[in-house]
């Protein structure tokens, strides 16, 4: 049992540069997340999938898409990618959406530079 | 917008004390407390979760909720070097489009030995 497991766990992109972040969970949760993590702004919500074939914006969409591949699969796409976007991305997944005891369990980031 | 304050620290304590940290949050609908530790270069860990009004224990953990104040704090009995690392606080609120979680920048807790 892996948990959540996110490819690649470093990368570094020229500005303009498109590529795609890989988040997959074997827990057979329901929802899945992206955040961004910056130093002194905590996490930050891009996006998230409550469920399969659903996806909705979070606190920071913009310069992102994502899609929900499957119950298993949350991948997250920069198509231009820009120095601000320079951050350590975080995926989670958490076991039923809905309801009041919902917990997140992370993935172990992917630290991604834009030059 | 909803927020999730806590204190940045850095909170140093020396090994063996309580070290308490707080966090307050804006949002009067919601419904579930999370306290997360984050080693340096490390993903979030989930420590405790806490839904009612109260203390709850786990070992050397206790997390405090006050819907009424909007406040919910943790405390680490016997403080360990291993404790030391960023401590975030979560929240969870219910939207009709699902479950949200809003963090906090988190607190930086150095145990000296």
């Known amino acids: 049992n892996a948990g959540v497991t996110q490819t690649p766990k470093f990368q570094v992109l020229k500005t303009g540069q498109s590529m795609t972040l890989q988040c997959a969970q074997d827990?057979?949760?329901?929802?899945m997340y992206w955040y961004r993590q910056d130093p002194g702004m905590g996490l930050r919500l891009i996006y998230y999938s409550a469920s399969e074939g659903t996806t909705d914006k979070g606190e920071v969409p913009n310069g992102y898409n994502v899609s929900r591949l499957n119950k298993r699969e949350f991948s997250l796409r920069l198509e231009s990618a820009a120095p601000s976007q320079t951050s350590v991305y975080f995926c989670?997944?958490?076991?039923?959406?809905?309801?009041?005891?919902?917990?997140?369990?992370f993935g172990p980031g992917t630290r991604l530079t834009v030059l | 917008q909803k927020e999730v304050e806590q204190n940045s620290g850095p909170l140093s304590v020396p090994e063996g004390a309580i070290a308490s940290l707080n966090c307050t949050y804006s949002d009067r609908v919601s419904q579930s407390f999370f306290w997360y530790r984050q080693y340096s270069g490390k993903s979030p860990e989930l420590i405790m979760s806490?839904?009612?009004?109260g203390d709850k224990e786990d070992g050397r953990f206790t997390a405090q909720l006050n819907k009424a104040s909007q406040y919910v704090s943790l405390l680490i009995r016997d403080s360990q070097p291993s404790d030391s690392a960023t401590y975030l606080c979560?929240?969870?609120?219910?939207?009709?489009?699902?479950?949200?979680?809003?963090f906090g920048t988190g607190t930086s807790l150095t145990v000296i030995p």
């Open positions: 989670a997944s958490s076991d039923h959406a809905g309801s009041s005891t919902d917990t997140q369990y």
């Open positions: 827990m057979n949760h329901n929802s």
């Open positions: 979560a929240v969870n609120s219910d939207s009709n489009t699902g479950n949200q979680f809003y």
């Open positions: 806490i839904y009612s009004n």
